[in-house]
């Protein structure tokens, strides 16, 4: 167990420190090339988001143990389908639904509503930070900007929900009887780490181009991540959570 954790951090260290380590060693105009639309970065994101679903789902198909809501019970972990079915989601939106490879139009509706004219939601002007006047939206607006409920989520699955279970133990107690999948709090470091590094990393390139590749980047990090907290659940699903934390 010690030494599958010391690969994960391993990697999952290596990994950031190579993509962002490109933003210095890398010209201006291979970085934008990478994360284009359809790019590099934003394929493999893709792929990651994808092998993620695909874990979570084939873990929601073989559990045994479901969730105690106290009203009702389950006979399987439907935690694991919904995440399945959010990193499926999550990957279609990431390649516009294949509307780009497979050249289909945009619906008129789905075209007035979306910032691009594309087929996806995250780029809808009710999602944007940005009003209709182009001006940044109010604080409260913003709680519907795509980014920030992104942010909102990684923020307490991978981070307070753990660090709540491992330090009040009656909370770690309601998380094993709904059965809901605990993030071990060293590999949810890494999402706080992948989301500073990319601020940093915004005060030294400043340009409005450059600032999209960090974007792109960060959003794949992401992914690897969550795909590597897929794997590590897929990897030790025959143990309690509280071991995994």
Avoid at 8 to 33: A, D, P
């Amino acid at each position: 167990m010690k030494l599958k954790i010391l690969f994960y951090i391993t990697f999952s260290f290596l990994f950031l420190l190579l993509t962002y380590g490109s933003f210095f060693s890398l010209s201006s105009e291979k970085l934008v090339f990478l994360a284009r639309e359809d790019g590099a970065v934003e394929t493999i994101g893709a792929i990651f988001f994808f092998g993620c679903s695909l874990l979570f789902l084939w873990l929601f198909i073989q559990s045994k143990q479901g969730n105690n809501f106290h009203f009702f019970r389950t006979r399987k972990n439907f935690f694991w389908l919904i995440l399945g079915l959010l990193f499926f989601f999550a990957f279609g939106e990431e390649l516009s639904w294949g509307q780009r490879i497979f050249h289909y139009s945009t619906p008129q509706v789905m075209k007035d509503a979306n910032i691009q004219d594309e087929l996806n939601l995250h780029n809808l002007k009710i999602f944007h930070g940005l009003d209709s006047s182009g001006q940044r939206k109010s604080f409260v607006e913003l709680f519907l900007n795509i980014d920030r409920l992104f942010s909102v989520f990684w923020l307490l699955f991978c981070l307070i929900c753990p660090f709540m279970a491992k330090v009040f133990s009656r909370i770690s107690g309601w998380f094993q009887r709904i059965n809901l999948p605990l993030v071990p709090l060293w590999l949810g470091m890494f999402f706080l780490l992948n989301y500073l590094l990319s601020k940093i990393l915004e005060l030294f390139f400043t340009q409005d181009i450059l600032l999209s590749a960090i974007t792109e980047f960060k959003e794949t990090n992401f992914a690897l991540l969550f795909f590597l907290v897929s794997l590590w659940f897929f990897q030790n699903r025959r143990q309690n959570n509280t071991l995994l934390i």
